[in-house]
């Protein structure tokens, strides 16, 4: 929270207080109270604007000054029937100020580590179709497989700063997929739709012959395109070209180049057995993606010559980590892999070097880390990097975004986690790809 924050919800208390002043000083203690409360409250809505965040101590403070002021003309409650409807006024308007209060400091704006690096950041969207696959989660036989990229790379000048998750449009209905894959309001995301990474869109690349590594990034599942952003500056920043994929039907929602919002039909059935094989689909699914995508990217005029074709890795968290070492297995241009804290399938068996992030806050599933440990053991140069005091999403954009609480991110800050997730990888690029 900034010193605004704390200034405008101390202000509400403060007129609480003044609610409950003794007569003699009542009066001024009410008049003081309620003018700083609205001095607070419109430098709060000027700087930052009016956030959902802000409606519980707006609404608290403004019954609390009613009830101050109220009591400070009047005299009263006197009875013993207004002293309980005036302490059920103060009740309310104290709950709604904690409940803000929170929300305050829970919901803050979107505020993603500055990259740092050698180079400032673009990022660019491409939509691309596949011609030879058909679309096998839709019933017509003529649809084929589609994807959409977000692209960070080196650029020669920093421009304004792009939104985090698309335009106006695309950021509301990503926002709205995300909230329904995840069972919570839309408006609880409100600030990632509002958000701003520090790329720039299609800024210009420098004016050299250099040639760049690349990246090619699944999301996890039931996620998107945009969520390791952080990740992906950091590595542009430094001269790779990275280019993370939405995989429609799978990814909470995807956007067409038309603007046509796909979403998720992924569900849990409560049968294991199906599910686990729903799994290993949709892996294999996500595989192919990362390569058409590989073969579309090579491809982009805008990028024409500035690949390192011998500099190519392949990464992903959770779903994404799955599909990312089956995409290595299958496709040799792929020189390394980097699994994200996501489960090995369809015995995908890479023979590149492999980089495994694991959370490492103690709290998995037993069954699940000992079946993780033997699909890395069969693999012939797989490391396994656990990060203490971390969760599955510590690895994503989330810290930056959600409430810092223990259940959803562990033990490790927001500041820690990002640190260890771009270092290990950072590190295990440069030795595999050169630098």
Do not use: C
């Amino acid at each position: 929270m900034t010193a605004l924050d704390y200034v405008f919800i101390a202000s509400a208390v403060f007129v609480l207080i003044a609610a409950l002043a003794q007569e003699t000083v009542r009066r001024p203690v009410t008049l003081i109270a309620t003018a700083l409360f609205l001095v607070a409250a419109l430098v709060e809505l000027i700087v930052e604007g009016l956030r959902w965040q802000f409606i519980g101590v707006l609404a608290g403070g403004v019954l609390a000054v009613g009830l101050a002021g109220f009591r400070s003309i009047t005299g009263r409650p006197r009875r013993t029937l207004g002293g309980v409807f005036f302490g059920l006024g103060l009740t309310a308007a104290l709950a709604a100020v904690i409940v803000g209060g929170v929300a305050i400091w829970g919901f803050h704006p979107l505020d993603l580590p500055k990259p740092g690096g050698t180079y400032p950041v673009g990022t660019t969207v491409a939509y691309w179709t596949d011609p030879d696959r058909p679309e096998t989660a839709t019933a017509d036989p003529n649809d084929r497989r589609k994807v959409t990229a977000q692209i960070w790379y080196p650029a020669a000048t920093a421009g304004p700063r792009a939104s985090y998750l698309g335009g106006e449009y695309e950021s509301k209905k990503v926002a709205e997929g995300l909230g329904r894959s995840f069972g919570v309001p839309s408006f609880l995301l409100g600030e990632a739709v509002k958000g701003h990474s520090w790329a720039t869109t299609n800024a210009p690349l420098p004016r050299t012959n250099k040639r760049y590594p690349v990246v090619l990034f699944s999301p996890g599942l039931l996620s998107v395109r945009t969520q390791n952003t952080a990740w992906a500056e950091f590595l542009a920043a430094r001269g790779y070209l990275v280019v993370a994929l939405d995989h429609p039907y799978d990814s909470a929602l995807t956007v067409t180049q038309a603007g046509e919002p796909i979403r998720s039909t992924v569900g849990a059935t409560g049968d294991d057995t199906k599910d686990d094989a729903e799994a290993d689909h949709l892996t294999t699914i996500r595989a192919a993606d990362l390569s058409f995508a590989l073969d579309q990217f090579e491809a982009m005029p805008f990028f024409r010559g500035r690949l390192d074709r011998t500099r190519i890795a392949v990464a992903g968290h959770s779903a994404g980590g799955a599909a990312a070492l089956q995409a290595a297995a299958q496709d040799q241009r792929f020189r390394a892999a980097i699994d994200i804290d996501g489960q090995p399938r369809n015995q995908a068996r890479p023979a590149q070097p492999v980089l495994a992030l694991v959370a490492g806050d103690g709290s998995g599933n037993p069954q699940d880390d000992e079946r993780f440990r033997a699909a890395l053991a069969q693999l012939p140069r797989a490391e396994r990097v656990v990060v203490p005091h971390t969760k599955h999403l510590s690895f994503t954009d989330a810290p930056f975004l959600l409430p810092d609480l223990p259940f959803l991110f562990g033990t490790a800050s927001p500041h820690d986690a990002y640190t260890a997730l771009t270092g290990q990888t950072f590190a295990f690029l440069q030795k595999n790809l050169g630098p």
